[in-house]
């Protein structure tokens, strides 16, 4: 009698389980795509000679007092240009390689996902402020609505948010491309953000402008010197796109340069898809909820009728 | 007329040695939380940007929430599945339940960089629907909300039992009142946590690369939601024959065998999920790289299926196996959690992670805590259902003293009916 029971509530269990997996996959979310003004970052590794100018501009433009070089990203460092050691040599022969590492702008970022309150939001999309500039893509931080969770560092796959953690009122820091150094006398990307990494490279391996222009710039670049550079663009697609965009010398390989290896659907959409589906939009707990409470009504008003009954007999 | 034993409050004393334990283990923690607010969530972890969750999310909130999963689960049975034989172990369910779930909503609190922001969480226009985390946060604190309304009950009979006329009159109406409304508040006790322990879960889907292809998959929501239907029912055995243990409460033989044979088939569909997953993901070559993962893996499905090779067999009869494999189910639950919140997720080359004191006192205090609410309660309201003569000890004494084994054992002697 007990086995019979349990099974018939293993089984209870198991459809209710396939239920809510099978729509997991069906409705996947439309797939984010750059918007046309979105600006960004072209870092060309190649072209990098490792100086740190853009490291100490980062600092100064963000008011941060200059504490000796940096080697990783931290709640002072929006920036950091690191040496690598590469796995396999390059075509030229260089077992080295530099890297600079901030945001990336994404296209659909998991940190923007993740945010309960839309701290970490496009520019433009906040509900909070207004008149924010819209279209240009930049991943901006509003520390009214940060409650702290750090769910954007866990999520980030490129471990960019950083948090500080001997404050008291902890803020999150993060490349927000220099917005705040915009020029509104100029037309264009330098209208909405200047980044100063950009501005103080002597090499133009840092240049800033409209994610479709850089990108534009960076197949010109691997089409003129074919030999020289990886044939690819990280970030045209990788993670579902990002507005900070990598090239690589020839024979490296991105993962060497600390980049993870990225499906092009980005993580955003993958989480979004399968926490969501099976909502179908509100339907489901509704009727999850209305099926419960019509269950649990009937099973009481048996319980009662049978009580009553044996009060009944009893008598 | 009512068939079910009704429960009776434990009495004794408040404040014995065990208790007076439980509140220093506190105490420490309170210190914890002070120095957090005074000099940084820095200053008292070891938490960094890589490890930002340190063990507090994975196991104050993911974990402890799974153990109060026994409220869920045992609700799942007594009033979706009509088992109402269940009824005697759904008060000191929904109780754990409560207080593992306050304690997780507390933990978040002081993990919280930003707290004083919150107040931005009471307004649904600036929700942003996309965020797991909110939904995670906005059913976990209703759920909240809803498990102490279904305690109420043990509350207002205990009123209703007062001397004075008007408590009891104020019990006895308000009992009555809260019985009619019962049926839809344990429907949204059925709901809510189907929601956010699969959410739960998938809070970790968006890490994509940073977590161990063993464990990131877009099962992780319905795994999560099975693990805590395992957990639950693990803790509410190892719950009824501790209880048993210090206050001689009911143990009905049967109905524990009869829901571990349940959660047997829990562990056993948890464990088959992973594994068709892999297959279909094919990520069983990752099965194949004898590393750490592959070390921590086999824990986990070891963990998974021994207890329900005990439950599924004639062993579950048997109450010392019964309470060994149930602490099993829970630590597996327990340790897969953390693992895919915290062991296998990698931060990436520059960063490592191993809890500090700090952390460690602020869980084991709240955990403490947790004990010591249960005990003040059962002493003081209904909750439990007792045997005519009460043996007084404490439980707190029994778990500090930490020998489960034994008492499972003697427990064990005892039920044979
Ligand atoms: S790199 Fe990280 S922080 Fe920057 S936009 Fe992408 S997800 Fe957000
Ligand atoms: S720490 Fe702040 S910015 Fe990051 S996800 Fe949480 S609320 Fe958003
Ligand atoms: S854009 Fe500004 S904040 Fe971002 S890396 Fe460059 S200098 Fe630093």
Not at chain 2, 269 to 293: E, I, N, S
Not at chain 2, 318 to 329: K, P, Y
């Amino acid at each position: 009698m007990a086995l019979t029971i349990s099974r018939r509530a293993l089984f209870g269990v198991a459809v209710a389980a396939t239920a809510a997996a099978l729509p997991s996959r069906a409705e996947a979310r439309p797939r984010v795509v750059a918007e046309p003004d979105a600006v960004g970052l072209l870092y060309d590794s190649t072209r990098c000679i490792g100086c740190g100018g853009c490291v100490a501009a980062c600092k100064e433009s963000n008011g941060v007092p200059w504490d000796g070089e940096p080697t990783e990203l931290d709640c002072t460092t929006r920036n950091v240009v690191k040496t690598r050691n590469l796995r396999q040599p390059s075509a030229a022969g260089a077992s080295t390689a530099f890297v600079k590492r901030q945001c990336m702008h994404c296209v659909d970022p998991s940190c923007v996902s993740a945010c309960m309150l839309g701290a970490l939001h496009k520019q433009g999309n906040s509900k909070r402020v207004p008149g924010e500039p819209k279209g240009t893509g930049i991943v901006v931080w509003d520390p009214d609505l940060c409650l702290g969770c750090r769910y954007c560092e866990i999520a980030c796959a490129f471990s960019i948010p950083k948090f500080e953690w001997l404050a008291a009122n902890p803020r999150i820091v993060k490349c927000e491309l220099c917005r705040h150094r915009a020029d509104p006398t100029h037309d264009g990307p330098l209208s909405v953000a200047n980044p100063a990494c950009a501005e103080v490279c002597p090499a133009e391996a840092v240049v800033f402008g409209r994610r479709a222009d850089l990108l534009a710039e960076a197949w010109r670049r691997i089409s003129a010197e074919p030999g020289r550079y990886e044939p690819r663009v990280y970030g045209e697609s990788d993670g579902g796109g990002t507005q900070s965009l990598y090239l690589a010398a020839a024979g490296v390989s991105f993962q060497d340069l600390g980049l993870p290896d990225m499906p092009s659907e980005s993580p955003a959409s993958l989480s979004e898809s399968v926490s969501h589906a099976p909502y179908l939009h509100g339907l489901t707990p509704i009727a999850l909820y209305a099926g419960a409470a019509a269950i649990i009504r009937r099973n009481r008003r048996r319980a009662e009728d049978e009580s009553a009954h044996h009060g009944e007999d009893s008598k | 007329m009512n068939h079910h034993p009704h429960p009776r409050p434990i009495g004794g004393p408040l404040l014995d040695r065990g208790m007076v334990t439980l509140l220093a283990l506190f105490g420490i923690a309170e210190g914890v939380i002070i120095w957090r607010f005074v000099a940084g969530l820095g200053a008292v972890s070891n938490m960094n940007d890589g490890y930002a969750w340190g063990i507090w999310e994975p196991v104050n909130v993911v974990v402890f929430t799974g153990i109060g999963a026994g409220a869920y689960s045992v609700g799942l049975l007594c009033y979706l599945l009509n088992r109402g034989e269940y009824h005697p172990l759904v008060r000191p369910s929904v109780l754990v339940g409560a207080i593992a779930y306050s304690l997780g909503g507390a933990s978040i609190m002081v993990a919280l960089g930003r707290p004083w922001n919150m107040y931005w969480l009471a307004m649904p226009p600036m929700w942003n629907l996309s965020s797991v985390l909110l939904e995670v946060a906005i059913c976990v604190m209703g759920y909240v909300c809803v498990l102490w309304i279904e305690m109420l009950p043990a509350a207002l009979d205990r009123a209703a039992t007062s001397r004075h006329p008007r408590w009891s009159a104020f019990g006895r109406r308000w009992g009555q009142r809260l019985a009619r409304a019962m049926p839809y508040i344990i429907a949204l006790a059925m709901l809510l946590p189907t929601m956010h322990q699969s959410s739960l879960g998938g809070l970790m889907i968006v890490a994509g690369p940073k977590l161990h292809p063993l464990w990131h998959t877009t099962l992780l929501p319905l795994l999560a939601l099975v693990s805590c239907l395992a957990m639950g029912l693990g803790t509410v055995v190892v719950l009824t024959a501790m209880m048993k243990q210090s206050w001689n409460a009911r143990h009905d033989h049967e109905l524990l065998v009869d829901m571990c044979r349940v959660n047997g088939g829990l562990l056993v569909l948890f464990a088959g999920l992973r594994v068709a997953d892999l297959m279909a993901a094919g990520k069983l070559d990752f099965l194949a790289v004898p590393d750490f993962y592959l070390i921590v893996f086999v824990l986990e499905m070891a963990l998974f299926l021994l207890p329900a090779f005990v439950f599924l067999t004639g062993r579950v009869e048997n109450s010392r196996a019964r309470f060994v494999a149930a602490l099993s189910a829970v630590t597996a639950g327990a340790l897969w959690r953390v693992d895919a919140f915290l062991t296998c997720y990698n931060a990436g080359e520059s960063f490592s992670y191993w809890p500090s004191w700090g952390e460690i006192s602020f869980t084991v205090g709240m955990a403490a805590i947790g004990v010591a609410v249960f005990i003040a309660i059962t002493r003081l309201l209904p909750v439990v259902v007792v045997h005519d003569t009460p043996v007084p000890a404490s439980i707190a004494a029994f778990v500090l003293s930490a020998k489960p084994e034994e008492a499972a054992g003697r427990s064990g002697a005892l039920t044979a009916h």
